[in-house]
């Protein structure tokens, strides 16, 4: 899958917001679990798309499923990037709960 195309067409698609989100996950994981990673990428378009709802927790989600991708495709920087951004997220979650700070 051409990341870079099909953002484009996603993105206008937004306003489906959560169900759309879900769906795109439910495909990544179908991908993952047949060992297509790099095809898996889905995750990414339903992380811009919590991302644009403020989701913080959908937007979590998808971060660590595409970290544990790009950690399978041996893509370690990416993955990397993944999970850092997701630990802060995770923070900011924790944060907004009134709880201690992850």
Do not use: W
Request: proline residues 1%; contains cysteine; aromatic residues 8%.
């Amino acid at each position: 899958m051409d990341i870079g195309i099909h953002v484009e067409e996603e993105h206008a698609q937004i306003d489906n917001g959560p169900a759309l989100a879900e769906n795109l996950h439910r495909m990544g994981n179908i991908l993952f679990r047949q060992d297509k990673y790099a095809e898996a990428e889905y995750y990414l378009l339903a992380q811009a798309i919590y991302l644009s709802l403020s989701d913080a927790r959908g937007e979590l989600t998808e971060l660590e499923k595409l970290g544990v991708s790009y950690l399978s495709l041996k893509r370690y920087a990416e993955a990397e990037g993944c999970f850092a951004q997701a630990r802060l997220l995770c923070a900011s979650i924790v944060d907004d709960e009134c709880e201690a700070k992850a």
